[in-house]
């Protein structure tokens, strides 16, 4: 027992439950002040770009192209009403079609010529060198003997069109002839300067403004279908747990290898045929044309089947953890719906602040985007530029190294958004947990009712564990099945025995209610205390997610030996030794970064740390209370990580539908309203859908785990756990309510592979033990070495625990 936890006779008093240090209440501090001050700062330098950007910026240029006098077809004044952009040929022309296009001049269109309307457009040729060599002259009293004389040539001169159609809403492209002529020039041209345009333009100018909606309405809409599935699940959640988490899977496993195949067979589709009906369809074809887009469709495809053959292995190893999580689960929605404005309104709000985030932040991008000048000196005569009649526009001086800054400030803010979230959830549960609770009455449903004799034996799974039941009919004709529950949670056991009546009476039970300032105080405890911690949290969090991901999807898709009985036992098989390997690779992955997690953000909340103390505490705590609180704690991880890909696939997809399928996005000619790239903003609906349902999915296990870290750190910091612990929580815990973490509480495993017992121990045990086996096997003792950290507590007949 640790020194201080010595005062568990005590009740702390109201209010002064956390934060805590060392078993003594403390005021909340400020901590992490100089990132909170270099946040401040970094924001300033922010909005004072995007300022300077609205002086000097012109947002247009991201939605029109310029001609070779650098006028925005449709908009600078003398091209008015000319919005499309025309490549002119070159000097060498067959059958109505030039043999090559020249890529500098360009020029603004009222409508894109064709074979029935040509038209002549003014074209600029390119430059001619004229070389001259002069005899003696005299210049102002200076005689010059010999003079090279270098004159340049610039014209414009009306060239007939070529046949031509629209091409991605702004752009005129040759039409090939039914011979083939004119096929070749377009594809160069696809290929060439067009899948050079700029992707941020592109991105910009089919998102839209307020004037030009574009696809900005539907991605909207797509946000709002996302609360909605969310908010389904949720719902669902509390009623069908298992199920809906089994169908998830499974759900999930299909449409990805389903979207894998879709993919994977634009290898046999002709690239160069954009109105095929495939082509048409697949996004990544649409998107990028020629054969990038067939390269990166079976590369995505590859990738999807891959990701789902991940998802297939980890499925099998899930399939019988499933129930160990109902629980858990069930004690958290306690709190969620605890109050209608509480938790369950954070999503909902969290989705609201994103998408005015999303739209202010993409506002300033195009802003920062547009601002350089125009250049005309486009002629180089040995390294000197002259001035000539084309223009082109140009960044100042170091503005790309300012638009670097301004797409990593975006990032920061989401990702200070989402360490936010997660604080002030996790604030919010701590509250409820340390709340009062009070006891209400069921409804009676039946009065006490005799069993009948004859009985059919039957497996109920409750609280996470298995247990034998009886389904019988009771003497009014009900069918029930009946379970003798006995000690619940990991290592609980059935109790033996029949009872002879069933009493559907009146029943107590306790109700908490999340106190109504939670969410509040949370958000003020946020911003006034731990900004700076949130944002060094949010880099360090971000920056080491891919390998805690990566960690847990080796757990997920390796799993455990079936070979080995015990932590301590070697399977010496090949599969076996391959999943020690990639254990310990895994464990050492979260030796280093499993620490820079939302576990910090809890630690913060209850003892009022930096974030670096925090983190470095929180996974050093999770290590060292074990039992069920390390059994049970990111069980719901991978389920949130598939209720995410649900939930952001089946949005991406809805947007991707809209845009391609109704005439106002998918027509050229509807300018104000076409969507030039719908890949692009397809790509932008996942990011904003993934994060509003990840807010919704994280929900329940930020509170999970909010509620395991609190119980096991009350009962390390003195603090009674009976007086606090909610009632359905009280089952899976109620073995360890009081214990000693040194002498109770070991880890019995984690949430993918109850043979991995710690994150650490794991990691920095392996040798040792691969070493003392390799020796053991030399002395032939191997058989006879015992066990000495089992996979769970067991009960011997006279009910004392032991190993």
Not at 100 to 123: F, M, R
Not at 319 to 337: H, N, Q, R, T, Y
Not at 514 to 527: E, H, K, Q, R, Y
Not at 642 to 655: A, D, E, F, K, R
């Amino acid at each position: 027992m640790s020194p201080h936890a010595e005062a568990a006779s005590a009740d702390v008093p109201e209010g002064q439950e956390f934060p805590r240090v060392n078993g003594s209440h403390i005021s909340r501090k400020g901590t992490d002040r100089k990132w909170c001050f270099g946040l401040v700062i970094y924001i300033s330098l922010m909005v004072v770009a995007v300022a300077f950007s609205i002086w000097k910026g012109q947002p247009k240029r991201l939605t029109h192209s310029y001609n070779f006098k650098g006028q925005l077809c449709g908009v600078d004044d003398g091209v008015e009403g000319l919005d499309f952009l025309y490549f002119c040929g070159g000097k060498d022309w067959q059958a109505g079609y030039p043999t090559h296009l020249d890529y500098n001049s360009k020029t603004c269109v009222k409508e894109c010529p064709s074979a029935a309307n040509p038209v002549d457009v003014a074209c600029l040729l390119p430059e001619t060198h004229q070389f001259s060599v002069e005899g003696p002259m005299t210049d102002n009293n200076i005689e010059f003997l010999s003079t090279y004389k270098t004159e340049v040539v610039q014209s414009v001169a009306w060239q007939s069109s070529y046949p031509s159609e629209v091409y991605k809403g702004r752009v005129c492209v040759p039409v090939a002839a039914s011979n083939g002529t004119g096929s070749e020039i377009r594809q160069q041209l696809i290929d060439g300067p067009l899948s050079n345009m700029d992707t941020l333009q592109n991105f910009v100018g089919s998102f839209g403004t307020l004037v030009h909606p574009r696809a900005w309405p539907v991605l909207v809409g797509a946000a709002v279908l996302a609360v909605i599935l969310g908010v389904l699940y949720l719902l669902l959640m509390a009623r069908i747990a298992g199920p809906l988490m089994f169908l998830s899977l499974v759900t999930t496993i299909i449409v990805v290898f389903g979207l894998g195949f879709y993919f994977f067979i634009g290898l046999f589709f002709d690239s160069t045929d954009e109105k095929g009906g495939y082509q048409s369809h697949n996004p990544l074809f649409r998107s990028v044309p020629g054969l990038h887009g067939k390269m990166n469709s079976v590369f995505f495809g590859l990738l999807l089947f891959f990701l789902g053959t991940c998802l297939v292995f980890t499925t099998m190893n899930l399939l019988s953890k499933i129930d160990e999580s109902v629980g858990m689960i069930s004690a958290s929605l306690d709190c969620i719906f605890s109050s209608c404005c509480g938790l369950m309104m954070q999503p909902i709000i969290a989705a609201a602040i994103i998408i005015a985030l999303v739209c202010v932040l993409i506002a300033g991008l195009a802003l920062i985007h547009s601002v350089g000048y125009m250049d005309d000196t486009n002629i180089t005569i040995n390294g000197v530029g002259i001035r000539g009649l084309q223009r082109t526009f140009k960044w100042y001086w170091g503005w790309n190294l300012v638009n670097v800054f301004y797409l990593l400030g975006c990032w920061w803010l989401f990702e200070i958004c989402i360490s936010y979230y997660q604080y002030v959830i996790t604030f919010a549960v701590c509250k409820w947990y340390f709340s009062k609770g009070h006891s209400e009455k069921k409804k009676s449903s039946s009065p006490g009712t005799p069993i009948q004799n004859s009985t059919k034996s039957t497996q109920v799974w409750v609280s996470g564990q298995g247990r034998q039941g009886f389904q019988t009919k009771l003497q009014n004709g009900q069918q029930v099945v009946v379970v003798p529950v006995g000690k619940k949670g990991p290592g609980g056991s059935a109790a033996p025995g029949l009872p002879t009546a069933v009493n559907f009476g009146a029943e107590e039970h306790e109700v908490k209610t999340m106190p109504a300032s939670a969410v509040i105080a949370g958000s003020a405890s946020a911003f006034t205390y731990h900004l700076g911690s949130l944002a060094k949290g949010a880099i360090y969090v971000s920056l080491t997610r891919i390998f805690r991901l990566l960690s847990m999807g080796i757990r997920g898709v390796v799993g455990k030996s079936d070979k080995r009985g015990s932590f301590d036992q070697e399977d010496s098989t090949i599969k076996g030794m391959a999943i020690q390997v990639t254990g310990l690779l895994a464990g050492l992955l979260d030796a280093i970064f499993a620490g820079y997690s939302k576990n910090a953000y809890c630690d913060i909340v209850l003892t009022s740390k930096d974030f670096a103390a925090a983190s470095r505490d929180a996974v050093e705590f999770i290590v060292g209370v074990g039992g069920v609180v390390a059994f049970l704690h990111g069980t719901c991880t991978m389920y949130e990580l598939v209720g995410l890909i649900g939930i952001t696939g089946i949005c991406s997809m809805v947007t991707f539908i809209l845009l391609t399928s109704i005439d106002a996005f998918s027509n050229p000619l509807n300018e104000n309203t076409f969507v030039a790239d719908p890949w692009l903003m397809t790509l932008l609906s996942a990011l904003i859908c993934g994060i509003i349902s990840y807010a919704f999915m994280s929900l329940i296990n930020i509170t999970t785990d909010g509620l395991l870290y609190t119980f096991a750190w009350a009962r390390h910091e003195g603090i009674k756990n009976d007086k606090y612990v909610p009632a359905s929580m009280k089952g899976l815990v109620a073995a360890e309510m009081d214990a000693e973490p040194e002498k109770q509480l070991h880890a019995h495993g984690d949430k993918l592979n109850p043979f991995h017992g710690q994150y650490t121990t794991a990691f920095t045990t392996a040798a040792g033990n691969m070493g003392t086996k390799a020796m053991g096997t030399m002395r032939g003792t191997m058989g006879t070495m015992k066990e000495h950290m089992p996979l769970l507590t067991t009960t011997n007949p006279d009910g004392m625990q032991g190993h």
